[in-house]
């Protein structure tokens, strides 16, 4: 059967019609809003290349989680801006610095919120690497306890979920004993199986403060080029006890979420990083794209692709927007 007897541009005849036959619909519950947390009270310091961002202390952190539940976003993530930094990025798992301290203030005052927290070390060493420098080098399994203690310390302030980001082999593995051991057989990790060195991530390191001082993170993060190694990271991953799987940046990388999903039956997350927000955000400064309707097509994208859960700094924006719509 072909033309004329089939016609499709009958089902796209009327908004109802149009409606009645979507495949993909994206929520406010599919998302999960980044947030920066500092030291101190009452500070809002915003992050010049991710217009609408800021670096918040904790007074300001929980204003923004409640703002998420109001909007039916029901996760955040965090991450730091600590006090001070070390070779071995110490603050990362310190009970006192930021993260900690707006993991427990969440969970105090909202314990409906979910709230995730990224672990990783390079926001906290002095040489903005995600792990230990020996030899000018990287060290894979020194790294292991550091993160496997920064995991733990998030857990102990009440984390419901940890989100290793640093790429290091086996942290998977090192986080689940080290929360196992310590009570918290409970806590699920997301693990960002899949990630690629991206230049997308430009903005981020501007407003968490983590460019590397020297080099570059290509000895650890994946290259942009491959697909079939996302599937062995997952592999990986999967075999050392990751909960859900996440693959980041998105929008350049949608036939690999695409992939993930189809090999495993994990929840998948999706992280529209900081400069696919940034990219948007300037074009719709000089009135170049329509921005609520661009950011909403990029999301609705990576849900497409078959992503369960967005991390975006749009996701209030995209949650009141999805809110008019409807
Ligand atoms: C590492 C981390 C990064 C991002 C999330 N976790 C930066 C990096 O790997 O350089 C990037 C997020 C974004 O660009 O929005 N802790």
């Given at each position: 059967m072909s033309f004329p007897v089939v016609r499709a541009r009958r089902l796209r005849k009327t908004a109802a019609l149009r409606s009645f036959v979507r495949e993909t619909e994206l929520l406010p519950r599919d998302f999960v809003y980044p947030l920066f947390a500092t030291n101190g009270k009452q500070v809002k310091i915003p992050i010049a290349s991710m217009p609408g961002v800021y670096q918040l202390s904790v007074d300001n952190i929980l204003r923004e989680g409640e703002e998420c539940l109001k909007l039916g976003i029901p996760a955040v993530i965090l991450f730091g801006i600590p006090a001070y930094k070390d070779e071995k990025g110490s603050?990362?798992?310190?009970?006192?610095e930021a993260v900690q301290q707006a993991v427990s203030a969440l969970k105090r005052q909202f314990p409906e919120l979910l709230v995730i927290t990224d672990v990783c070390l390079c926001e906290y060493t002095s040489h903005g690497h995600c792990g230990l420098i020996e030899a000018g080098e990287v060290e894979n399994d020194l790294t292991l306890s550091l993160l496997a203690q920064t995991a733990l310390s998030h857990a102990r302030a009440g984390a419901d979920i940890v989100a290793p980001?640093?790429?290091?082999?086996g942290r998977v593995a090192a986080i689940r004993s080290a929360l196992d051991e310590h009570g918290f057989a409970q806590t699920p990790i997301m693990s960002y199986a899949v990630k690629y060195a991206s230049a997308f991530y430009g903005p981020f390191r501007d407003a968490a403060g983590s460019?590397?001082?020297?080099?570059?993170r290509r000895s650890y993060q994946m290259d942009p080029a491959n697909c079939r190694e996302a599937l062995k990271e997952v592999a990986l991953d999967l075999a050392e006890g990751a909960d859900m799987l996440m693959v980041k940046p998105a929008l350049s990388y949608l036939d690999v979420i695409r992939a993930v999903k189809e090999a495993t039956n994990l929840p998948l997350a999706a992280y529209n990083v900081s400069g696919e927000y940034a990219m948007v955000k300037a074009a719709a400064a000089n009135g170049w794209l329509d921005e609520k309707r661009v950011a909403l097509e990029m999301l609705l994208s990576m849900k497409r692709a078959g992503a369960d859960i967005i991390l975006t700094y749009f996701a209030k924006d995209a949650a009141a927007w999805l809110k008019e719509e409807s």
């Open positions: 603050s990362a798992f310190d009970p006192s980001s640093d790429m290091m082999d460019v590397p001082q020297f080099g570059d």
